[in-house]
């Protein structure tokens, strides 16, 4: 069995579902059973400084065998947990050999498979060994396959002294499914001149644009009263944040009507009372002043909705997310270029993708380490059809061997 594929099958049997509700870091146990279980995988194939700090962050070192002084160290970032989405626990990984267009059944669920049909991906998969979980839970592909091939690429670094390359620092992450994964990330004790994340999806993708975000709370202030005594006095506030979510447009906007490089905006938790109702909005745009666009303009909607409800009054509030991670690495265009040169260097065409969310790299890059993403092989990720090909995870590996040669080359 391949080296990736053993490693990865041992990594999905470990529940690491990460929980937003925990206040714990990293929000939950299962995560650091698998880092701990790595900190002595990286020390048995020789990464002997493999080490877990406080926080659940694992970092090593893959020492250089370069001799020249000026090769810079270069990082490359996985994280354990899975999506909260979706059960983790006991998953069993099914690899059908020698995919030939078949229907891939997941028996644990009675009549659901994948099918070359519905999945379009699955035609460049011919000859290809598929690995599915068994029907009732998220294999783990995002981001073990990330996990296992950064570790099988060390592996084939050290046991190949011969390729020349600069330091390598490793990091495996918690929490990055809840948006958490860089809080206590420690840039200048990771020491790298940039990184790379492997949680990608199709073969030879390369991302190094993901959107802009904000968080913003839209609050209704209404008057509650006893409701039979209330003509005349009471203002429902929740009848108000009703207006407010039907007044936003239904065939634009929204992420069930946007793609590509479309922003919107997304009410997607309601507090409700008739005193008080806050509605929370991801705000998403590619371009940073397209969120500011798009603010703007729902903080006049609600004023306009307040004005057809006498005695209501709003406030809003705006929290940054993240930023789009292509302001940072159009500044470091080699970091983006050499990543591209590894894809075609492992005999594949580069893919350029935007991505419609954030990484953990769009954090980074902002905190000083440019950081795009590169592709895991990851398909249907957080859903019970999530599935990824060993030799896609094998081609990952080749991409992060190269990566490293040709950062020395190139220095
Ligand atoms: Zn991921």
Redesign the pocket.
């Known amino acids: 069995m391949s080296a990736v594929l053993e490693r990865f099958l041992r990594y999905v049997r470990f529940d690491t579902q990460s929980d937003e509700r925990s206040s714990r870091y990293p929000s939950t146990e299962g995560q650091l059973l698998l880092l701990r279980d790595l900190v002595e995988e990286l020390r048995a194939i020789g990464l002997s400084d493999a080490a877990l700090d406080e926080h659940g962050y694992l970092m090593a070192t893959l020492p250089a065998t370069t001799t020249k002084a000026s090769v810079p160290t270069i990082g490359f970032i996985a994280?354990v947990d899975t999506s909260p989405e979706m059960s983790g626990a006991d998953v069993v990984p099914i690899v059908h050999r020698q995919y030939d267009g078949r229907d891939l059944h997941l028996p644990h669920a009675d009549g659901v498979a994948l099918r070359l049909g519905d999945v379009p991906d699955l035609a460049e998969q011919m000859g290809h060994d598929i690995v599915t979980a068994s029907g009732t839970t998220l294999l783990g592909a995002?981001?073990k396959a990330g996990v296992a091939e950064i570790v099988t690429a060390a592996e084939y670094l050290i046991e190949h002294p011969e390729i020349a390359h600069g330091a390598i620092r490793l990091a495996f992450t918690p929490d990055?499914?809840i948006g958490r994964g860089t809080e206590y990330f420690d840039v200048d004790r990771f020491g790298a001149r940039c990184a790379y994340t492997m949680?990608g999806g199709s073969l030879g993708e390369v991302e190094m644009e993901s959107f802009s975000a904000d968080a913003m709370t839209v609050t209704f202030q209404g008057f509650n009263t006893h409701p039979g005594y209330a003509k005349g006095r009471m203002v429902n506030a929740v009848k108000v944040a009703a207006d407010f979510i039907q007044s936003l447009p239904l065939d634009r906007l929204s992420p069930e009507t946007t793609d590509g490089r479309e922003g919107f905006v997304h009410p997607y938790v309601l507090d409700a009372s008739v005193e008080r109702t806050s509605v929370k909005l991801l705000i998403r745009d590619f371009a940073t002043s397209g969120l500011l666009d798009k603010e703007r303009w729902l903080t006049a909607l609600a004023g306009t909705v307040c004005g057809r409800h006498p005695g209501a009054r709003f406030e809003s509030r705006i929290v940054e997310s993240y930023r789009n991670m292509r302001e940072v690495l159009e500044q470091h265009p080699t970091v983006v270029e050499y990543a591209c040169e590894a894809v075609r260097a492992a005999g594949l065409d580069v893919r350029s993708r935007s991505i419609r969310g954030g990484t953990d790299g769009s954090r980074l890059s902002f905190m000083g380490l440019p950081t795009p993403n590169l592709f895991a092989g990851e398909h249907n990720?957080h859903s019970r059809l999530e599935w990824v090909s060993v030799q896609d995870m094998e081609k990952a590996v080749e991409v992060i061997v190269q990566l490293a040669r040709i950062w020395e080359a190139r220095s």
Do not use: L, S
């Open positions: 994280h995002d981001d990055e499914e949680d990720f």
